[in-house]
């Protein structure tokens, strides 16, 4: 029998100390999306050095003298959400290898369109330099104004559309 | 105080510091039940509002740490990475974001979470995030004016709504305080049998959501601590009955002459008067900065004597107990203020003579000082103002 999740109001106060463990020890918030760019910006610099060089985009991240992207904090930390969901989920006998889905999709479906999900977060992570964790989360931790305003923006948006989503879910 | 980032913790170890992080991260994520779609999606749908309980209390919890911490000045709030702000990109990026939440049912760090216990549906999500960020990359010339367009800097929202910070405190803890309570009642509404919120007992939450509020109405009346020294200190009551020691015009000028190492000059008028005219080895400091821990290591060398250099005495004096205040010894403000020592030395129209038999001396003593001094000035506006602060900027951001 798997255990229950913990109640989510002490799981949240858990996960604010972390927020401002981070914060009191290195003076920057958690992220995950940022990770997913340095993967990225990494790839296209291993198979196509010079076109990662001379684009406007990975172009800021790589080039001589500067460190391998998979060299930074964000990498190394969703290292460690890894680990960190991992171990949770081995505590709590979570390990299952599963599709999960609302009760009227199919596996296949539900496969697309996580992918098709994952790619509009990592569209929009860019434009708004960071996804639920980096901009929403830690942005509104230390008071920002694009923290607040990206986090009404995911979810007002996920409102408003709900709506059009409902067969994937209820 | 915090952060430890550059100066105890290097580059190399904060990695290490990352990982540990992290791994707390995505412990209480998956405990908080965040590893699965169905749960993140149900708060749209009204059958499962964990998100929304777990998103605004994480909130709460590190922004009321941060205050408290600013407060007591174990934190430097301004060394702190804050988002900055591209208006508009951050409306549409997090609208993308928004109908990517309702289709993949994870965000970023939830199916990183969820793909570590084996759901296949959150692997697929963060190749997803990978092709989208890589499709991102190829297609950015078109529109890269737009990414970098409305760039506001890094704003604090409560400076945005023209509010102040504690009432800002106050009112986001109001509001989520209220949204549990309304959500609690959606979600019993929805699913009378096995709604979540039916695990709740509700004088506990009640119990808990009053002290929480009761904490956002002390936020309210708590000035953040820069606000609060400065008022303490500049009140005249407080001047009043706090002495302050003085060191003359004269003794400045030789021991500026004299070169003498034991001695900072530190000047807190504005920075264009700073620029105009400014003592050699002074540096330019407002009051509002003296907080910052970059001063901590030159200003507590006790040996050393802080000259304090202002526009006016009582200026000088407020900087002088502030810094007292803060915890720093042997200083000394500046008689006659910047303008005295220049009307005395610098240009010499102050020189009255007294009468007595030094007169010459001093004469003869403030006009070599000037011409030395004015000497060290020219020397020092080649080489550039020298600033001590080094600018320590923490990188941050996704």
């Not at chain 1, 800021?60 to 930074?72: E, M, R």
């Not at chain 1, 305003?149 to 995911?154: L, R, V």
């Not at chain 2, 708590?222 to 060191?247: C, E, F, Q």
Request: one cysteine or more; aromatic letters at 12%.
């Amino acid at each position: 029998m798997k255990t229950k999740y913990m109640n989510p109001y002490l799981a949240a106060f858990f996960l604010g100390l972390v927020l401002l463990a981070t914060i009191f020890i290195t003076g920057r918030g958690l992220g995950a999306s940022g990770a997913i760019k340095s993967i990225v910006v990494a790839t296209v610099d291993g198979v196509a050095p010079t076109h990662a060089e001379s684009s406007s985009f990975y172009g800021t991240y790589v080039g001589p003298g500067k460190d391998n992207p998979l060299k930074s904090w964000l990498v190394f930390e969703v290292i460690g959400v890894v680990i960190g969901g991992f171990i949770s989920g081995l505590v709590s006998d979570r390990l299952k290898i599963v599709t999960e889905s609302g009760p009227k999709v199919s596996r296949n479906v539900r496969w697309l369109f996580a992918a098709i999900g994952g790619a509009l977060f990592g569209i929009g992570a860019q434009f708004a330099r960071g996804c639920t964790s980096g901009a929403a989360l830690s942005g509104m931790a230390v008071l920002s104004t694009a923290g607040f305003i990206t986090m009404i923006a995911i979810f007002g948006t996920g409102y408003a559309v709900a709506y059009f989503g409902r067969k994937l879910w209820l | 105080m915090g952060p430890f980032v550059p100066d105890l913790i290097s580059d190399q170890l904060n990695l290490v510091v990352a990982l540990l992080l992290g791994i707390g991260f995505g412990f209480v994520l998956e405990q908080a039940g965040f590893s699965s779609s169905r749960r993140l999606a149900g708060v749209f749908y009204g059958y499962d509002f964990t998100v929304l309980r777990v998103f605004f209390t994480a909130a709460v919890t590190a922004m009321s740490g941060v205050l408290l911490l600013g407060y007591f000045g174990l934190l430097d709030t301004e060394a702190i990475y804050v988002n900055p702000t591209w208006l508009v990109p951050a409306i549409v990026g997090g609208a993308i974001m928004g109908v990517g939440f309702i289709l993949g049912g994870y965000c970023p760090g939830t199916s990183v979470c969820a793909a570590a216990i084996g759901k296949v549906d959150g692997m697929f999500f963060v190749g997803g995030g990978i092709l989208g960020v890589f499709a991102f990359g190829e297609f950015y010339p078109l529109y890269h004016n737009f990414y970098e367009s409305t760039s506001l800097g890094p704003i604090k929202v409560f400076d945005s709504l023209g509010i102040s910070q504690g009432l800002f405190a106050f009112l986001l803890i109001a509001i989520a305080v209220g949204a549990f309570a309304v959500t609690s009642m959606i979600e019993k509404r929805v699913d009378k049998t096995s709604a979540p919120a039916l695990a709740f007992k509700s004088y506990k939450h009640i119990t808990a959501g009053s002290l929480v509020l009761a904490l956002g109405i002390l936020f309210i009346f708590l000035p953040d601590r820069k606000t609060h020294l400065i008022d303490k200190v500049s009140n005249a009551n407080y001047v009043a009955t706090h002495s302050t020691k003085g060191m003359e015009i004269d003794e400045l000028a030789f021991r500026i002459v004299d070169a003498e190492p034991n001695i900072r000059i530190i000047d807190i008028r504005t920075p264009e008067a700073f620029a105009k005219l400014a003592l050699p080895g002074s540096v330019n400091i407002q009051l509002r900065d003296f907080f910052s821990k970059d001063w901590i290591i030159p200003f507590s060398q006790r040996h050393v004597k802080k000259v304090i250099v202002g526009d006016s005495e009582s200026q000088e004096r407020i900087a002088y107990l502030l810094l007292q205040e803060l915890g720093y010894e042997n200083l000394a403000i500046l008689q006659g203020g910047f303008d005295g020592f220049n009307k005395s030395i610098l240009d010499g129209s102050a020189f009255v003579p007294t009468g007595s038999r030094w007169d010459g001396d001093v004469k003869q003593f403030r006009e070599q000082a000037r011409t030395d001094i004015l000497k060290k000035i020219e020397a020092n506006k080649n080489k550039g103002i020298k600033v001590l602060k080094v600018e320590k900027k923490i990188q941050g951001g996704c």
